[in-house]
């Protein structure tokens, strides 16, 4: 097995959940477990939280974590998966690391399918069969690991409380999920981060403090799909 294919497991704890799903956080955790156990111990809290008893979801199941998915990465969400736009926003230099990270994931095989070659499951395969390992590593250092600090960052409690606030002022539903699962995404990224710094030692990141620009942009986000939509509820299920 190739020395980075926990990579790959990882890779399928951010595709959108499936019946089979809790297999595929067992896999993550068998691989990790030994090594990684920080991260190890992260995703086995997660699997807690999984409304299963270890088996395939039920449909009702199913139905839960793909709207806390959805919630969390998709529609309205906490944060995206796209490594680039949350280091570079629409900047040229995203487009760049895309042309650079479409030619790298050609290279090794990896279809991303509709996904942008930012999109953190098709990052992730790509670390796993990386050759040039300094590339690796400049990449983790430069964009992913300050990428997935900022995408736990997002699942912070004032942050969450803040953001709930201002929906409750634009929808008259929310997407409901149970108090112990509305975050539980956070949990495999915090998986991810342990991953990192046991296999690359990144430097220690040191967030800005973006509050303000985070609540304003919510609120004019909002305000924009109000005025497109008129009275509006929130979505429940998820966008292609």
Known sequence: MHPHAHYEHLAKLFDYPWVDYPRWVQSAYDRLAGRYVLAAAHIAEFAQLLPTEGGPLTQEALDEVQEIFTRSFDVQAVTTLSVGY??????????????????EQRDVDIDGGTELPDHLPNVLRLMARWQDRELAREFVEEVLHPAVEQMIGEFDARRTAAREEL???????????????GNMFQLPLEALREVLKVDFDPPEYRPLDKSGDFLQGLQQELEIEKLEDGPATTPSARLP
Request: proline letters at 3%; charged letters at 35%.
């Open 86 to 103: 949350l280091m570079f926003g629409d900047d040229y230099k995203r487009g760049e690391l895309l042309v650079n990270l479409r030619r």
């Open 167 to 181: 929906y409750r002022k634009h929808y008259k539903t929310l997407i409901v999920t149970s108090p112990e699962r």
